[in-house]
């Protein structure tokens, strides 16, 4: 299976199919994205004209893969890993689905919203938009800390597409909204986290990146 990944080191949603990449060894030929520069950007064009990334092209089956969590599964059904990241039990696999869209949508995007305005024009900002993003981060925060078991993974003793999503989500809100004290249980899954292998990995390639991070302070392991 020859597979070539597009993605930028330093963005979030990569992070999540890097992790399940790494997660079981599975090999790939990495291409950076890099759309500030025309020539990469043009290329990446070719491959997926709206220009998001990560994108997964299997050339064996001629599948041009977008979608973060579309890549995992896509990884799952065809590069037969030896631990798959969508369980196979279906009361395992809704949770496994429906965490990965809680911490892309509860999390990714106001962290998202907040990490673009910082990329506008001084006189585009949208002080009011950053402001309710981080409201909306807290919230989300104590709405997972609630549900949150002590130990573990996200919906239990297995590492899952959930937590490929859980590591980026929580490593740059708790960036721009550090987790502190106030949610304990949260901040100890996300310790766990970054004890992983496979995550450690991604944030250790991320690093030379994090002083493009538009904002202050910026990321730091
Ligand atoms: N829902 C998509 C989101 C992809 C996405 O927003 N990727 C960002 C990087 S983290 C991107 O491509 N940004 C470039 C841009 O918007 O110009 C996924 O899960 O893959």
Redesign the pocket.
Same mark, same amino acid.
């Given at each position: 299976m020859a597979l070539k990944l597009y993605f930028h080191p330093l963005? !979030?949603?990569?992070h999540k199919v890097l992790i399940a990449l790494y997660e079981n060894a599975l090999p790939f030929d990495p291409v950076i994205v890099d759309?500030g520069n025309e020539t990469s950007r043009e290329a990446f064009r070719q491959v997926w004209p709206p220009?998001?990334?990560?994108v997964l092209v299997d050339e064996a089956r001629q599948a041009t893969v977008?979608? !973060?969590?579309t890549v995992i599964d896509y990884l799952d059904s065809f590069a037969t890993p030896e631990r798959p990241l969508i369980p196979h039990d279906p009361d395992l696999a809704w949770q496994a689905r429906m965490w990965d869209r809680l911490f892309?949508d509860m999390l990714q995007m106001p962290m998202q919203k907040v990490v673009l305005d910082a990329l506008r024009p001084a006189d585009s900002r949208d002080p009011f938009g950053v402001e309710q993003a981080k409201t909306d981060i807290r919230t989300a925060f104590a709405f997972m800390e609630e549900r949150w078991s002590q130990a573990g993974w996200a919906i239990g003793p297995d590492f899952t597409l959930a937590d490929c999503s859980a590591a980026p989500a929580l490593f740059y809100a708790d960036t721009i909204c550090p987790l502190g004290e106030d949610f304990p249980r949260l901040k100890a899954y996300f310790k766990r986290l970054k004890q992983r292998p496979s995550v450690a990995r991604v944030m250790r390639e991320a690093q030379p990146y994090f002083p493009m991070f538009p904002l202050n302070p910026k990321p730091s392991i």
């Open positions: 963005a !979030s949603f990569c759309l220009l998001k990334f990560p977008a979608e !973060s969590a892309d």
